[in-house]
Structure formats: structure tokens, C-alpha cells
């Protein structure tokens, strides 16, 4: 008996080309399905769709039927399914509510109605499922972003759903904590949806694939016929040899750390007598666990940040683009958004654009670009400065794997005029990219 059932949905955001069109299928109990495709090819309306936030919390025009669990999402609020349905969003900084972490991870419990006395066990028990325990009583304010996805997924964990629907919910996790979130997920006996762009992973453990095309169901198949038609039609999507070498002939030091120590007000050292060497021409990739430093480093690195101890010597412009650049959009065309950085010469935007895969979308605004689109606008914005150091933190954050070669290429071919830091938690994108890769060690044990 399927546990969700979406008849014929179409789906259009207000004044948008629609964002699924005629989608048809059912989930059964039990069962993991990995929901892939492009940036902007509908996944995630597709999980709001079976949260019941389309229609009801994002206007637009809706067509066809989406049940879940009997419950018609058109005639019941998202707030009615919440017994039933538990969400992780792409941007965890959108879904929390309250300042600490024990609270924000108890806040669905009180919201269905869950027995006071049993609320700050189950909140507790969720969070040590995912090696998190040791983040109760923190502020949600002074976690990492991947800290901050673990307490979110604690939270939809908590209410022991149906079915969990997962937007990009390893997006922001070491690849040792999101193997083991993936494990998780399919050792808890309910129906969960996975939308992912990162696929190796969900490839492994999912028990059937979705892939989807400018709003259509093109491929809906049990993992191992799923993973032959990949091959096929969709190699990109398949763990493969990097397809970029690196042939950077290092030059001069653009920026050294040297005994540099930080920490934040109030809590532990988040860096002790780190160092950094980047020279122009090479791209270098810094990895780790969750909470190890990797932002701190990059930050400090950038001037974002001034350190307690130690030096930094820097040369030349320093751009940084953050986790969540989508945050930080403020104009009301894509091309103005570019042309901010260089006091508003629009003229210098399209080349920035076309490197980024976006030519076309000058006019379009900044708002209704999907998600890994607006990753790819964000990285325009600072490459248009031309910078002697380029810090990425995260850059493949919902970005497909075609896109993420595109990246890459881009990167190597560019390399030779700045010194580059990538920060992420993609080993494929690092390998890929990268002339070297520096992997910080944990600050405190990361463990599911």
C-alpha cells in the first residue's frame, strides 16, 4: 500500500515557467528513493510538494493531487501532516527557531502534542543518534553550519515520521558523518525521499532513483537499472577518475599564516598554531570534519577575521564567498548583482556570467534562481573583482555534478591568476580541483 501518492502535479511559482509538470508516482513503506537531476529541475518543489508546502506556503498555481497518508496536501495545512511528515531543508539556517539547541530540537515534539515528560529524552536520544549529544546547551548561533544541519536533522528525527523528506541534507556534512547519516536513514524503517548532489552516497544505499528534467519524471527505476541508465545517459552522476589535471606552475606567496590561534567569545580555541602557505597559480583544497576550523582558517586567511596569536601576511585583494551566499543577494537583476562588486559597470557582468554556465539570465532576479543557480551567481559576483585570492567555502553546496566538473575546469583554467582556497566536504570536487588538499583533524569526535 503506497504511504504517499502524487497524481499529475504540475506546479508553477508566480510569474515562473513551471517547476514540475505532470509528475505521477507513489512511495511505499519503507523504502529509500534518491531524487536526483540538475539545478532548477524541480526537486526540491517536489519534497515541499509532499510536505504539503506547496501550495500552501508558497503560492503559485498547483494542479493534480499529492496524498500522504490519506490526507489530500490541498484540504489539510502542512501543520496537519507534521505527525506524519518531517522536513530537512537545503538551508538550515532557515528552519530554526529558537537560540539554543535543546529547545530548537524539543520545538516539533511540543508541537504535536508529545507527553512534557518525555520531550527532553527524545530530543536528547536524537541528537546522540547522530553524535551530536555534546551540542545540547550550545547556541545555535555559535555552531558550525554543518553543527547546525546535524541539529536540524535531530529535530525531524525526533518526531519519529512516516515519511522524512531530505533536501541536500549532507550538503554541509564531512563525508565520515554523511556515510553514516546515510546508514541511519535507511535503518529506520520509514519511507524517506532524498534529494541529493552528491550522489555517490544516496547511490549506494537508496532502494530506487528518481532523476528529474526541467520539471519531468525522466527516470523512475530500481537503484541497479537506475545506475545502468546513469551510465548511459547521465555519466556525471557516477563516482569517476577527476577529469582535470592540475598543470599549475606555482609563483609567489600571496598569502602566509603563521602560529595563528583563534576562538570565538566565550567558547574553546577553534585554532591552535595553524599554518598556511598559498601561492599563486595553485588551488588548494582544505578539508575535515565538522567543527574542525575549516571556515575559522579561511576567514582569518581572508581578513574576515583578525587572530589572537600569530601572523597572517597577505598580498594583494582577497575576495570570500561564503557558505550561504544566497543570503547576501540584494539587487533586483542578476547582472546589477554582478556589477555591486565593480561599482556597478554592468559591462563586465555577461563575461563573469557566461564563466559561471549563466549566460541568459542577466534580467532575471536573483531570488528566482534556484538554488545551486544562485551559488553560481554568487560565484560571479567575486570573480568579477579579479582577486589575488579566491576563498570558496562550500562552493558545490547544491550544485549538480555536471555543473561541478564545469566548476572545476573553470578553477584549473583560471588558476594561474590568484592563489585559490577551496573549503569543502566534497573529496570527488577536491580531487578534482585541487593541486594539494589540507585536511584539518576534529576538535571534538564527529560519530554516528
Known sequence: ???????????????????????????????????????????????????????????????????????????????????????????????????????????????????????????????????????????????????????????????????????????????????????????????????????????????????????????????????????????????????????STTGPIVCRLDGVSFGYRGGPPVLVDAGLELRRGEVVALAGPNGSGKTTLAKVAGGLLQSGRGTVDRRGRAVYLSQDPGRYLVRERVDEEVALAVGGDVSRAAPALAAVGLSGFESRHPRDLSSGERERLALASVLVTEPDLLILDEPTRGVDPERKDELARLLRAQAAQRATLVVTHDLVFAAEVADRTISLGATEPVYV
Open 1 to 247: 500500500m503506497a504511504l504517499a501518492t502524487v497524481d499529475r502535479l504540475s506546479f508553477s511559482y508566480p510569474g515562473r515557467a513551471p517547476a514540475l509538470r505532470d509528475v505521477s508516482l507513489e512511495l511505499r513503506q519503507g523504502e529509500m528513493v534518491a531524487v536526483l537531476g540538475p539545478s532548477g529541475s524541480g526537486k526540491s518543489t517536489l519534497v515541499r510538494a509532499l510536505a504539503g508546502l506547496v501550495p500552501h506556503f508558497h503560492g503559485g498555481r498547483f494542479e493534480g493531487r499529492v496524498e500522504v497518508d490519506g490526507m489530500d496536501t490541498r484540504r489539510v495545512r502542512p501543520s496537519d501532516l507534521a505527525g506524519v511528515v518531517a522536513t530537512v531543508f537545503q538551508d538550515p539556517e532557515d528552519q530554526v527557531v529558537f537560540g539554543r539547541v535543546e529547545d530548537e530540537v524539543a520545538f516539533g515534539l511540543e508541537n504535536v502534542g508529545t507527553a512534557p515528560h518525555e520531550i527532553a529524552e527524545r530530543a536528547r536520544q536524537a541528537l546522540a543518534v547522530l553524535g551530536s549529544e555534546h551540542l545540547l546547551g550550545r547556541r545555535v548561533a555559535e555552531l558550525s553550519a554543518g553543527e547546525l544541519q546535524r541539529v536540524c536533522l535531530a529535530s525531524s528525527l525526533a518526531l519519529e515520521p512516516q515519511l522524512l523528506l531530505l533536501d541536500e541534507p549532507t550538503s554541509q556534512l564531512d563525508p565520515e558523518t554523511a556515510d553514516a547519516l546515510l546508514r541511519l536513514a535507511c535503518g529506520l524503517g520509514v519511507t524517506v525521499v532524498l534529494s541529493e548532489q552528491r550522489p555517490a552516497g544516496p547511490l549506494e544505499v537508496c532502494d530506487r532513483v528518481l532523476f528529474l528534467e526541467e520539471g519531468r519524471v525522466i527516470l523512475d527505476a530500481r537503484r541497479d537499472e537506475a545506475i545502468r541508465w546513469l551510465a548511459r545517459h547521465r555519466p556525471a552522476y557516477l563516482p569517476h577518475e577527476p577529469a582535470v589535471t592540475s598543470t
